[in-house]
């Protein structure tokens, strides 16, 4: 054979060989429980760091190419790694079966009620009476939320109209004397409101109101993540997670990002925020 045939058909050979290794394709899958929720569980492919978080189903997709690692992670399970295979690669649709993450506590006697750690036993044996509540009692807005204490003070604070027209029937007679000369309104002014906006004390219940969501939601994404998930993902020291996210959730467009609550999209916006984080040293203060 011809020498630069020969060198042709190593090279083709060659070109093939590195295609093969560098193919990559997407893995989807489905992460399964007989009892816990499988939304927001976290898929990372340890090898080229890329992440998804499954939705409500417990569906995901991700890119991986054979032999790479893939880790499955949440507060709930235990947590679970595969390693890709051919098998995996030519299916079409992976299940990923996860092992609830039970806490043994020490064995404990419980007086003076005697109570044997069996429910149903237990409760029969207390005699407790069932809760009253409003969903029990039917009453109407039962399902309505709470509003938190700065929610209230808020609204308390911005309540009602700067200006508003009103019937002079609030004034008694004066309204039946003037309706005679053709006056029947009056302005009225909301002297509590404006007061409130120019000191500004409704602006800073507005942040205060704000200050409590993102607490709430801070504490959300820790309890759906861990601190350690986001610590190891990220390569933030565990100690400084809670001033990432306060880092992450003080940036001017977080905020509609929050009020979709959407943890696939949040998860997505703290990564990159991550980066900036690590840039600005915030991560060793």
Known sequence: MPKHLLFILIAV???????????STILNGKVSSSKNDVSNVLIV?????????TDSLGLFSIEVKLKDSVRITAVQYLPKKIVISESHMNSSLITIQLIDNIIDLSEVTVTPYNL??????DIDRLQIEPTVTSYSLGLQNADVTKMTQSERLLQEADRGKYVSLQTMDEYGK???????????????????????????RTK?????????????????IIYK???????????????NVNGFL??????????????????????AYLE????????NDFSEE
């Open 174 to 200: 004066l309204n039946e004397i003037l309706s005679y000369v053709g006056f029947g309104l009056s302005v009225k002014v909301n002297t509590h409101k404006i007061m409130n906006k120019v000191s500004g």
């Open 272 to 279: 990159t925020k991550s980066v900036d984080f690590k840039k």
């Open 116 to 121: 044997t750690g069996e429910i149903d036993r």
């Open 45 to 53: 492919n340890l090898n080229s760091k890329k992440s998804t978080i």
């Open 13 to 23: 050979l060659a070109s093939f060989l590195g295609f093969g290794q560098d193919n």
């Open 246 to 267: 306060t880092y992450c959730l003080s940036q001017p467009d977080f905020n509609e990002l929050s009020d979709s609550k959407n943890m696939g999209e949040i998860w």
């Open 204 to 220: 800073s219940l507005e942040e205060m109101v704000e200050r409590d969501e993102n607490m709430n939601l801070e504490k959300e």
């Open 225 to 239: 993540f861990s601190k350690r998930t986001i610590a190891e993902h990220f390569n933030i020291p565990e100690s």
